[in-house]
């Protein structure tokens, strides 16, 4: 391929003077943080779950970017860029194409949330709007150091991240999400899994009773149903177990929200912690 690297580890040099006009992105926290870069208006091509900012629904869909990729769809947007998060899956299948059309591909892929405003950083040197990229990264740090300074030392919270709830996975070994829990003083219980999403049965989360669960819940109604379902089976506020909601567009996307939502997610520790629930 013309160029595959870690955005994050560009080196100048291999940036080149000519800056892409035509980017196609295949996450949606890629999209995210185009925008927060300053750079929305050179993305000509996006993925379904690209929703936000607004103005990111509007962009032709070159299809999900983990199972598939209309190739078609891509090649007839002719990026000169295309920004993605793994090398695998849809993407690796596409690599042919893009290679034999001399088209560069970039990962981005923050294992930390101190990663996210780094990346922002270099995508305004990589797209040419280092003013606006430095600006929201310095915002993204300054939030970060907050959060830290307020949260990560306070007693700590044990908590349950569900993802789904038949089957129930747990959020396992994830750099990112456990790195997001430590800034507000909170421990995932299974942060030494081996893989970050992890199948776990009723019994074990019973016999842990964590301090808190996390589930993915993007209003308030679906909130409400998960308080049900985890009181229902023997895990609620009265034994000890809160249940809060999280935007699962927010919590599960390694992009700038993910730093902002993490206020949201240190002050429902904050309120487990004091028991303000009851």
Same mark, same amino acid.
């Given at each position: ?48 779950? &690209? ?47 893009? !290679? ?30 280092? $003013? ?10 300054? !939030?970060?150091?907050?959060?830290? &300074? ?14 789904? @709830? &038949? ?17 507000? $003083? ?6 030494? $899994? ?37 009181? &229902? ?8 177990? @809160? ?36």
């Amino acid at each position: 391929m013309t160029a595959v690297c870690l955005l994050a580890g560009l080196p100048a040099w291999a940036q080149g003077a000519d800056l892409p006009s035509r980017v196609v992105t295949l996450a949606p926290h890629i999209t995210e943080m185009v925008f927060a870069a300053g750079a929305g208006e050179r993305l000509v091509g996006t993925v379904a779950s &690209s929703n936000y900012p607004a103005a990111a629904r509007a962009l032709p869909k070159v299809g999900d970017g983990v199972a598939s990729i209309n190739a078609e769809m891509l090649a007839r947007l002719a990026p000169d860029l295309v920004l993605a998060w793994h090398d695998s899956g849809a993407v690796k299948a596409v690599a042919p194409l893009l !290679e034999s059309l001399r088209i560069d591909v970039e990962f981005l892929a923050p294992a930390r949330l101190d990663d996210i405003p780094g990346q922002i950083e270099h995508l305004g040197k990589r797209l040419g709007t280092t $003013g606006q990229a430095g600006r929201a990264a310095a915002a993204l740090r300054g !939030e970060l150091r907050g959060l830290r &300074s307020r949260y990560a030392h306070r007693p700590p919270v044990s908590v349950f991240i569900a993802i789904g @709830h &038949s089957p129930i996975y747990a959020v396992g070994k994830d750099m990112l999400l456990n790195d997001a829990l430590q800034a507000c $003083g909170g421990v995932n219980i299974f942060q030494d $899994g081996p893989l970050a999403a992890l199948p776990i049965g009723v019994e074990r989360i019973l016999a842990e009773r964590p301090d808190v669960i996390l589930a993915a819940a993007a209003t308030p109604e679906d909130e409400r149903r998960a308080r049900e379902q985890w009181a &229902s089976l023997g895990l609620a506020t009265e034994t000890g177990t @809160h249940v809060y909601g999280i935007d699962p567009d927010t919590l599960f996307r390694p992009g700038p929200r993910l730093i902002k939502a993490a206020h949201g997610l240190c002050e429902k520790l904050e309120r487990a912690r004091k028991g303000t629930d009851r």
